[in-house]
T-cell receptor
Framework: EDQVTQSPEALRLQEGESSSLNCSYT??????LFWYRQDPGKGPEFLFT???AGEEKEKERLKATLTKKESFLHITAPKPEDSATYLC???????????FGGGTRVLVKP | KAGVTQTPRYLIKTRGQQVTLSCSPI?????VSWYQQTPGQGLQFLFE???????NKGNFPGRFSGRQFSNSRSEMNVSTLELGDSALYLC????????????FGPGTRLTVT
């Protein structure tokens, strides 16, 4: 069975204090790893898809990387508006079923 | 392009009742997936429809069902509601069935009393 574990569960940062979120996975035949951001009361917002080990993608202050066992989401010099829950999910097999991790709640204080 | 829309946004039902939720995907997208989100279990996959056919199903009881119409709009139905069905129900829209990016709607908040 696919397993996705995110750590830490919660992260409190000062504005400008860079940090990394971890997503470790056990999946047979990974086809893609997704990162989403979710604000309270809203649906997840798509950030990145990574397909193979060694791949990296960036968007503003966020950078996602992928190895064969885990993915990292690096937040560089975060701002208060980066406060959200960050979710990772894995995709394998046919169709579009995603298996999600429990998320990391990030709070950036000014 | 308009995003994924879900109706209604909020719903309060009583145990034993049934409920139907609706999802309109992004124009041109043919795949719709449904997820349940709760504080205890997180985001869990319910089922996926592609070209009006259910392609994948998660580990939920038969009380949870869905369908997709020819215009790709999808509905999910929950019969004989239980208190534990209270959750945020999210649908995700994707261009096709190859694992491309999935875009989520705002969700329907269902409360069962």
């Amino acid at each position: 069975e696919d397993q996705v574990t995110q750590s830490p569960e919660a992260l409190r940062l000062q504005e400008g204090e860079s940090s990394s979120l971890n997503c470790s996975y056990t999946v047979s035949g990974l086809r893609g790893l997704f990162w989403y951001r979710q604000d309270p009361g809203k649906g997840p917002e798509f950030l990145f898809t990574l397909y193979s080990a060694g791949e990296e993608k960036e968007k503003e202050r966020l950078k996602a990387t992928l190895t064969k066992k885990e993915s990292f989401l690096h937040i560089t010099a975060p701002k208060p508006e980066d406060s959200a829950t960050y979710l990772c999910a894995v995709h394998r097999g046919a169709g579009n079923k995603l298996t999600f991790g429990g998320g990391t709640r990030v709070l950036v204080k000014p | 392009k308009a995003g994924v829309t879900q109706t209604p946004r909020y719903l309060i039902k009583t145990r034993g009742q049934q409920v139907t939720l609706s999802c309109s995907p992004i124009s041109g997208h043919r795949s719709v997936s449904w997820y349940q989100q709760t504080p205890g279990q997180g985001l869990q996959f319910l089922f996926e429809y592609f070209s009006e056919t259910q392609r994948n199903k998660g580990n939920f009881p038969g009380r949870f069902s869905g369908r997709q119409f020819s215009n790709s709009r999808s509905e999910m139905n929950v019969s004989t509601l239980e208190l534990g069905d209270s959750a945020l129900y999210l649908c995700a829209s994707s261009l096709d069935g190859t694992g491309a990016e999935q875009y989520f709607g705002p969700g329907t908040r269902l409360t069962v009393t």
